[in-house]
């Protein structure tokens, strides 16, 4: 079955730098890979998903690329806000029936003033 | 739209009970899948259901059951609790028309059960 790691674990940063998050999948069938992000006692919020027809997609502060001969995938935040502070998770899935998003292990990022 | 809803948002049980989770998903939304989130394991799928159909399960005993309603609401029982049941369950729902794309999920706030 998929498999995502997800890289690394803890993050602290400066307000205003970037932070990048990594993942890579072992399913070479996946083709969705959304991005969500959870505060404290809150469920996970989507922020930004991939399909495997596209290498690049951006909102705003947040971007995320695709490598799919790598099968790798990863989050740009830039000029970060302590609100970012949260964990985020990277998924992966197969769209066009049941099937389930295998989720990241999450990274926690510290975004300090 | 109202967003994904969850009930109860806290429980707390002993060894050996049973428990059910509610969860009532976005309007329209007919796919409701289940995750079990712990600081161990991470987020891991328990089950989806669509159209009052399990369509697809994830590794958890049997012990762990769901189901369906026809307005699309839907229901988690977890029988003969054990002390590493104790996590976050959360259930998110999507927008899937029949035999199309099945899309992004959105998730509720989770219901946090403290097996004692």
């Known amino acids: 079955g998929e498999n995502v790691e997800q890289h690394p674990s803890t993050l602290s940063v400066q307000e205003g730098d970037s932070a990048v998050i990594k993942c890579t999948y072992s399913?070479?069938?996946?083709?969705?890979f959304p991005w969500y992000k959870q505060e404290l006692g809150k469920g996970p919020q989507l922020i930004i998903d991939i399909r495997s027809n596209v290498g690049e997609k951006k909102d705003q502060r947040i971007a995320v690329t695709l490598n799919k001969t790598a099968k790798h995938f990863s989050l740009h935040i830039t000029e970060t806000q302590p609100e970012d502070s949260a964990v985020y998770f990277c998924?992966?899935?197969?769209?066009?029936?049941?099937?389930?998003?295998?989720f990241g292990k999450g990274m926690k990022l510290t975004v300090n003033p | 739209k109202a967003g994904v809803t969850q009930t109860p948002r806290y429980l707390i049980k002993t060894r050996g009970q049973q428990v059910t989770l509610s969860c009532s998903p976005i309007s329209g939304h007919r796919s409701v899948s289940w995750y079990q989130q712990t600081p161990g394991q991470g987020l891991q799928f328990l089950f989806e259901?669509?159209?009052?159909?399990?369509?697809n399960k994830g590794n958890f005993p049997g012990r762990f059951s769901g189901r369906q309603f026809s307005n699309s609401r839907s229901e988690m029982n977890v029988s003969t609790l054990e002390l590493g049941d104790s996590a976050l369950y959360l259930c998110?729902?999507?927008?899937?028309?029949?035999?199309?794309?099945?899309?992004?999920?959105?998730f509720g706030p989770g219901t946090r059960l403290t097996v004692l």
């Open positions: 399913d070479s069938a996946s083709n969705y």
């Open positions: 998110a729902s999507s927008w899937t028309p029949t035999g199309a794309i099945y899309n992004e999920q959105f």
């Open positions: 259901y669509f159209s009052e159909t399990q369509r």
């Open positions: 998924a992966a899935s197969k769209e066009g029936g049941s099937e389930k998003l295998v």
